[in-house]
């Protein structure tokens, strides 16, 4: 076992095992194809939130309990409450413009998706950011986390 000693703030020192580290990081899984999957994700996403008919779908997206969603600095936790406030918007009809997509992997195998554009709404047009996470699950992904501006 190898042990290291590392100065941090205020002159004290921490202790690190490095092979624990060597191990906790071995478990960490970096997937390789976060960018197609944060683009593809976010197509299907949109697609599926535009169309009246399929919006109710977004619902599979989400975790019945593991979900959570800001939305304009509200926040609600669970598929639900999340389609209670998706079905309560008061638009007719909505494009979402997505002018670009970044998506960064995370060390558990999610990947984090940041997205900016312009909402389209039937009389007027606004800037909009959304974030999500997408956490593993089996071999498909749930959005854990959903924050919206």
């Given at each position: 076992?190898?042990?290291?000693?590392?100065?941090?703030?205020?002159?004290?020192?921490?202790?690190?095992n490095s092979e624990f580290n060597l191990e906790l990081v071995k478990k960490m899984a970096l997937n390789p194809n976060f960018n197609q999957i944060g683009e593809m994700f976010t197509k299907q996403y949109y697609a599926?939130?535009?169309?009246?008919?399929?919006?109710?779908?977004?619902?599979?997206?989400?975790?019945?309990?593991?979900?959570?969603?800001?939305?304009?600095?509200?926040?609600?936790?669970?598929?639900?409450?999340?389609?209670?406030?998706?079905?309560?918007?008061?638009?007719?009809?909505?494009?979402?413009?997505?002018?670009?997509?970044?998506?960064?992997?995370?060390?558990?195998?999610?990947?984090?998706?940041?997205?900016?554009?312009?909402?389209?709404?039937?009389?007027?047009?606004?800037?909009?950011?959304?974030?999500?996470?997408?956490?593993?699950?089996?071999?498909?992904?749930?959005?854990?986390?959903?924050?919206?501006?």
């Amino acid at each position: 076992k190898q042990w290291y000693q590392r100065r941090v703030h205020g002159g004290s020192s921490l202790t690190i095992n490095s092979e624990f580290n060597l191990e906790l990081v071995k478990k960490m899984a970096l997937n390789p194809n976060f960018n197609q999957i944060g683009e593809m994700f976010t197509k299907q996403y949109y697609a599926m939130f535009d169309n009246a008919a399929t919006r109710g779908e977004l619902a599979k997206l989400y975790n019945t309990e593991q979900s959570f969603l800001s939305f304009e600095g509200q926040q609600m936790q669970g598929t639900a409450k999340i389609m209670e406030k998706i079905n309560s918007l008061t638009f007719q009809s909505i494009a979402h413009i997505v002018t670009s997509i970044d998506c960064h992997p995370m060390f558990d195998g999610g990947i984090l998706v940041n997205v900016m554009g312009q909402l389209r709404l039937t009389m007027t047009s606004q800037s909009f950011m959304q974030n999500f996470v997408l956490k593993p699950m089996g071999d498909s992904f749930f959005i854990q986390h959903d924050v919206f501006r």
